[in-house]
């Protein structure tokens, strides 16, 4: 009778190996979220996202939209009227300076610009990144090199420069919101694609999956059953992790010019405008600069929590 000794090769390594009952439980990962700080990161989440989905009942409440001028609000040199920059109970977080237009509307409604491109391409980032990440560590061979390179070539463009240029090749009326989304995204995929094939090359050595293929499992079913649910955790984490840097990508495209084109509210175009005003009316930049900060610092505590409570290793009280 002939004894199966598995190889070291085929074994598990001792730092990704996990046994069962060292698994998180689903109650100790929703505890992990029921402390104080991260608790405070959701709602600030949750606020954010309300406030995008919900813009136009909110600015509504204060009696203003975006797009409106409030000349009445400026002073002789077009400077808000009145301290930090014309707050009153009109104008709740006051107005912009040279336009009158209303602050607080502008910052809701830039929401949905940020948040909307910074989470639209960081889903198409994982997608691309998930799919040839493991291509890349289960096919291996020429295919795993072909993505490699392409890593290697993506992560040496410069993004700023590629960005800049697109934006001046693309007609005015081009949706800039789906513009910016796609070159995000477009540029966002190697970091998670390395990870997962990574993952991907220790997981289809598992005995169990070889087993399968050996059974005449098709490469699919292998991607869905086995190589995909293992990896999930992994793609989550790392997502909400590099959610705040699409967000301040964003910003950053539109605070230099290329990205959404005046009057479409942005966080980052606000900024950019306050940049010009800084020493007359510093409050014009508060609001922004503060809804923006708040934001990616939320996602980060929270990515961080997700990745301390689905981590076995991590410190146990």
């Known amino acids: 009778m002939k004894v199966l000794v598995m190889a070291p090769s085929d074994a598990l390594p001792t730092e990704a190996a996990v046994l069962p009952d060292e698994r998180p439980s689903r109650p100790g990962v929703w505890r992990a979220f029921l402390r104080p700080v991260p ?18 009942q909110l600015s509504a409440l204060s009696g203003n939209d975006p797009f409106t001028y409030h000349p009445e609000a400026l002073g002789p040199d077009t400077a808000p ?110 970091g998670i694609a390395r990870v997962v094939a990574a993952e991907t090359r220790v997981i289809v050595r598992q005995p169990y999956v070889v087993a399968s293929r050996v059974m005449g499992a098709r490469f699919f079913h292998v991607f869905r059953h086995q190589v995909l649910p293992n990896v999930a955790s992994t793609v989550i984490v790392f997502s909400c992790i590099s959610l705040p840097g699409r967000i301040s990508a964003e910003a950053t495209l539109s605070f230099l010019g290329v990205g959404v084109l005046p009057p479409t509210p942005s966080w980052g175009r606000s900024i950019g405008d306050a940049i ?14 503060a809804a923006l900060f708040l934001v990616t610092f ?20």
């Open 276 to 289: 010009s005003w800084l020493l007359v009316d510093p409050a014009f930049l508060l609001f922004p600069a």
């Open 81 to 190: 009227a009145g301290s930090l920059g014309g707050v009153s109970a009109q104008h709740w977080f006051g107005v912009e300076p040279g336009t009158g237009r209303d602050l607080f509307s502008l910052v809701v409604h830039g929401a949905r610009v940020s948040l909307l491109v910074g989470i639209a391409s960081t889903i198409l980032a994982t997608i691309i990144g998930v799919v040839l990440g493991i291509v890349a560590g289960a096919v291996g061979g020429a295919v795993e090199k072909l993505v490699d390179f392409a890593t290697d070539v993506t992560l040496g463009f410069p993004f700023l420069i590629f960005a800049i240029a697109l934006s001046a090749l693309f007609p005015l009326e081009a949706p800039r919101a789906l513009l910016l989304t796609l070159v995000i995204g477009m540029f966002g995929w190697p």
């Open 298 to 317: 939320s996602f980060n505590i929270l990515g961080d929590t997700l990745r301390d409570a689905l981590d076995p290793r991590g410190g146990r009280s």
């Open 39 to 56: 608790l405070a990161a959701a709602v600030l989440v949750a606020m954010s996202l309300l406030a995008a989905v919900f813009a136009g």
